[in-house]
């Protein structure tokens, strides 16, 4: 939990006037913030309509209030940038250039089967790792989450099934694509276009990294 400081606190308060007033001409009902970043600069939160449903908003005193769409802001990152929370039942990760992206959609790769990243609630100073809860496959149910948005951090290329764990599967997986070509496919670790030894290679290379 973030403890307010009496400056932001000053700034959130001069802030939420400035939110409501900006508000009452789409005849939103009930505004909350949930999230403010360290210098009160940048507050987000969401903003019940006459309708009774709930838009994520971002406010800066230079941008004014900003509607990010359906959903709930929860959290910002340091330099206000980077924003976290959930829209129909998925985390979200929010920023200026991209708009709203869906968190499982972006990070297809890391979630097996049927889970998913329901709420983002909290995010790191510099916006790398996200915390929240969602619907875990493996254990069929509800459970936090902490996903490191770092490109890196998905682990070997050679790591065909993505379950971080370089092992049999992913060397009987290089072996069943052998000779195949085309783009994209993930058995080719050297992003050649063709599955072949040098792949094979890879995999045994990394044998039992991460598992
Ligand atoms: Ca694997
Ligand atoms: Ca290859």
Wanted: with cysteine.
């Amino acid at each position: 939990m973030r403890v307010l400081g009496l400056a932001p606190t000053l700034v959130l308060l001069t802030a939420l006037g400035l939110i409501l007033g900006a508000f009452q001409p789409v005849s939103a009902q009930r505004i909350t913030w949930l999230g403010i970043s360290p210098d009160g600069s940048v507050i987000v939160g969401y903003a019940l309509g006459a309708n009774n449903v709930a838009h994520a908003f971002r406010w800066t005193q230079v941008d004014g209030i900003q509607d990010l769409g359906p959903g709930f802001a929860h959290a910002v990152s340091e330099d206000g940038t980077i924003i976290v929370g959930n829209s129909n039942g998925r985390a979200f990760i929010w920023t200026q250039a991209t708009g709203m992206q869906d968190l499982n959609t972006l990070y297809a790769t890391r979630l097996r089967g049927s889970t998913v990243l329901g709420v983002a609630i909290n995010l790191s100073p510099d916006g790398r790792y996200i915390v929240g809860d969602g619907y875990h496959e493996l254990t069929e149910s509800r459970e936090a989450f902490l996903l490191d948005t770092d490109s890196f951090a998905e682990g070997p290329v050679s790591d065909i099934d993505r379950n971080f764990c370089v092992d049999d599967s992913d060397l009987m997986a290089v072996l069943f694509a052998s000779v195949m070509t085309g783009s994209g496919m993930p058995e080719d670790t050297n992003h050649d276009d063709v599955v072949d030894d040098a792949d094979l290679l890879q995999v045994l290379f990394d044998f039992g990294e991460g598992c």
